[in-house]
């Protein structure tokens, strides 16, 4: 299984991706695969940050630049979106990246029944 599909493959050009914005430290674009909604875009930083808990400030305003630029395009796009990253044990792949979801009421909440008992 890939440990690091960002830095092994999609920083280095070995895979193709559709690339939205792109600037000297941090990457846009649209998986070969979509992994959910109507439109799927990630964002990364060129080099390895092993997640939010680990992200400078300099390179978190340069990430959040981008990540309003392409955002504020989904919205234009479908009217809204989802903006999102993982952390722990529910962060996959040990490379910061930021979910952008848009499509299809992605972002609303799901209800769930409270706990019996
Ligand atoms: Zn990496």
Redesign the pocket.
């Known amino acids: 299984m890939r440990q ?1 599909w ?3 493959e999609v ?1 280095p050009g070995k895979v193709v991706v559709d690339v939205l914005a792109e600037t000297a430290t941090v990457l846009a674009f649209r998986p070969p695969r979509p992994g959910f909604s109507r439109e799927h875009i990630i964002v ?1 930083p060129k ?4 997640s939010l808990l680990e992200l400078t400030p300099d390179l978190a305003a340069e990430m959040l630049a981008v990540l309003q630029e392409v955002g504020g395009e989904a919205v234009a796009r479908h009217g809204g979106c989802q903006v999102l990253t993982t952390l722990g044990n529910e962060q996959h ?4 990246h930021w979910h952008i979801a848009a499509g299809d009421g992605v972002a609303r909440f799901v209800t769930v029944a409270p706990p019996q008992g």
């Open positions: 690091d960002y830095c092994d920083i990364v080099v390895h940050v092993s792949n040990k490379h910061l």
